[in-house]
């Protein structure tokens, strides 16, 4: 890493991770990201890691209980992780109850030489110091250390069952305090009405989501803290203009239902070279003839359709993109580069911040030369969704109390690294797309 002089920093290393499928075939995708994660933890060397799981225990939760066990099991007494003596796990398992189920999993992970460390209890209004390892499941609700909410059925009525919500707990490295979100929110339930209206439907259900979380971090109940939110956004591009780009000299073949009249498939033809089939659009078919698009150039070509983010410019800052579309990857391991035909190749999985928080991390251009935002595992299958490396942060801190005024925090703060890592598997099926 460039920054490895900063030995008196603290590094901070962020991780999120939709590992659905990894509960559906522990037997090779797990192994495959458990090394790849234990790499970069190698790697990073970082003080203070934190990992926001999405989908955790996979699409049948009570069949894999003995999964998620051997999971955390094994990312708490590895030998890889023996230098991390303190932890704190909140595993959403309540999978019974629809009214609250998130199927979240937040790890938090402290390295043996960081000293002073605090965490927030929401009950208390106050900070607890964080000794020992402790894991918290079923009931989230209840615990004073985190908040825990699950979005209204009314955001999303297409869903009969939806598991889309967000965990936010805080934490304070001496005179530093943060929050840290982890987050999922809705996907795109129909290629076909995505592609309808630019911005789609979709978007602006993720819109209303992602505007709710920021508005309850951002609330007077708490002091103002800077914050990180990451995890499965499922961010999407603009499907028609997407599609009005790859297929600008294509007609357009329209297939609808015998019995209801809608339409369930759309087949783009070049209008000369034999009428070529370029792309073939139904509610869970992205098939484009020509991947590589996606894959050249790491797919920057396709960023300006990147525009979910914009909405929250004024709240949200997120690194430079320079790593291909995240999602959705085969989950054949003999094909760890190539996209499914689902969905539109898209950069779903994402680590941002609040403006405070960028300028605590970015203070100059030597700064911004010493982040890294990349992916993982490029050649490795790890699920549908891949790695990426995106957002670890090392500065120099003082000892507590924890006082948060952000003119202080910035003070403070020196020798930064910002390497942040999202890992990302998500299944396409049906279940685990509601």
């Known amino acids: 890493m460039a920054v490895k002089g900063a030995a008196a920093g603290t590094g901070m290393l962020l991780v999120t991770a939709n590992v659905g499928s990894l509960f559906d075939d522990p ?3 797990q192994k495959n990201w ?3 994660f234990y790499q970069i933890v190698h790697t990073h060397k970082p003080h203070f890691m934190a990992l926001h799981c999405q989908e955790f225990g996979g699409k049948n939760y009570e069949a894999s209980m003995s999964h998620v066990d051997k999971f955390v099991k094994e990312l708490l007494s590895s030998d890889a992780m023996k230098d991390y003596n303190r932890a704190r ?7 019974k109850s629809q009214e609250h189920f998130t199927a979240l999993g937040s790890f938090y992970f402290l390295h043996e030489s960081l000293k002073n460390i605090y965490q927030f209890d929401f009950k208390a209004k106050k900070y607890k110091k964080v000794t020992g390892k402790e894991i918290y499941s079923d009931t989230l609700e209840s615990t004073p250390m985190l908040e825990k909410e699950k979005f209204p059925q009314d955001y999303f009525p297409e869903c009969k069952w939806s598991r889309k919500g967000f965990i936010r707990t805080r934490w304070c490295i001496t005179d530093c305090a943060f929050d840290l979100v982890n987050i999922h929110l809705f996907h795109d339930a129909s290629n076909l009405i995505a592609w309808e209206t630019s911005p789609s439907v979709y978007s602006g259900i993720r819109h209303k989501a992602l505007g709710y979380v920021l508005d309850r971090i951002r609330d007077q109940r708490f002091e103002k803290v800077s914050y990180f939110v990451f995890g499965d956004f ?3 591009l603009d499907s028609k203009s997407v599609v009005e780009t790859l297929c600008t000299k294509a007609t357009m073949q329209t297939i609808r239902a015998a019995d209801t009249n809608e339409v ?12 070529k089939v370029m792309l073939q659009l139904e509610k869970k078919l992205f098939d484009y003839f ?4 996606f894959r050249d150039n790491n797919g920057t070509a396709l960023l300006e359709f990147d525009k979910e983010l914009s909405v929250f410019k004024d709240k949200l800052y997120e690194l430079d993109i320079s790593f291909p579309p995240s999602y959705p990857y085969s989950e054949d391991c003999s094909q760890g580069k190539q996209y499914m035909n689902t969905r539109c190749p898209a950069w779903c999985d994402r680590i941002l911040m609040s403006h405070s928080a960028k300028e605590l991390i970015l203070k100059s251009e030597n700064d911004e030369k010493i982040v890294i935002y990349d992916h993982i595992g490029p050649n490795v299958c790890m699920g549908d969704h891949k790695e990426k490396d995106a957002l670890e942060v090392t500065r120099s801190f003082v000892r507590p109390p924890c006082s948060m005024e952000e003119e202080k925090i910035s003070s403070i703060l020196k020798c930064i690294i910002l390497t942040a890592v999202l890992i990302n598997q998500v299944l396409s099926a049906t279940f685990l797309d509601c």
């Open 264 to 275: 369930v498939k759309l087949i783009f033809r070049e209008s000369d070279n034999d009428r």
């Open 290 to 293: 020509n991947q590589d698009v």
């Open 27 to 29: 037997e090779n995708l």
């Open 234 to 236: 499922n961010f999407r």
């Open 34 to 36: 458990l090394r790849e």
């Open 89 to 95: 796990v909140y595993l959403d398992e309540n999978y």
